[in-house]
């Protein structure tokens, strides 16, 4: 607990901004020094100790330590864990040409261009009875965006998450299949 506390406090020393609040794990560092000859540790309340005329703030140490441990459990902390995008339910999406590339096939945004892609993004396609996204002899640029491909039933062929066949400039990001 006190690399925890110790943390907590030193936060606003350091001139780290505090961002909401947070639960952290329970926490002890212990920090031990040799019996070496010439090291003398200071009591009433001062946590230094001094060796040959150096003074080393156990205090300092106490607090990198905890820092640096803290770092290392961002991800178990919650500190900057990634949001999962928010999905909707969509229906499996054929593209048979560049024609295709509407609203109703699950475009959200773009032109087709190099620099403007369609955009198919955000979507839950249900794979049991079809591929969730199949495209097809298309020339436009494109973008696979946060899909997420399910099978809602077990028995059910499989299908593809995603099928490209004679395309051109496609590109997929954060595309995610379950069985």
Not at 70 to 83: W, Y
Request: with cysteine.
């Amino acid at each position: 607990m006190l690399g925890v506390e110790l943390a907590r406090k030193s936060a606003g020393l350091l001139g780290i901004p505090r961002i909401g609040t947070a639960s952290f794990p329970s926490l002890t560092i212990t920090i031990g020094f040799c019996g070496c000859k010439g090291v003398g540790v200071r009591s009433g309340g001062d946590a230094t100790v001094t060796r040959g005329g150096r003074t080393l703030s156990v205090v300092a140490v106490a607090i990198l330590l905890a820092i640096l441990i803290l770092q290392s459990l961002q991800g178990s902390t919650g500190f900057s864990r990634r949001l999962a995008p928010a999905y909707t339910t969509h229906a499996p999406i054929l593209i048979a040409s560049d024609a295709d590339f509407t609203p109703a096939n699950g475009v959200v945004g773009g032109t087709g261009t190099p620099g403007d892609p369609f955009v198919i993004a955000g979507w839950e396609i249900d794979t049991s009875t079809a591929n969730a996204i199949d495209v097809r002899n298309t020339r436009a640029n494109f973008v696979l965006r946060n899909i997420s491909a399910v099978k809602s039933d077990p028995g059910a062929p499989s299908n593809y998450a995603v099928y490209l066949a004679n395309v051109t400039d496609a590109q997929a990001e954060y595309v995610n299949t379950a069985d």
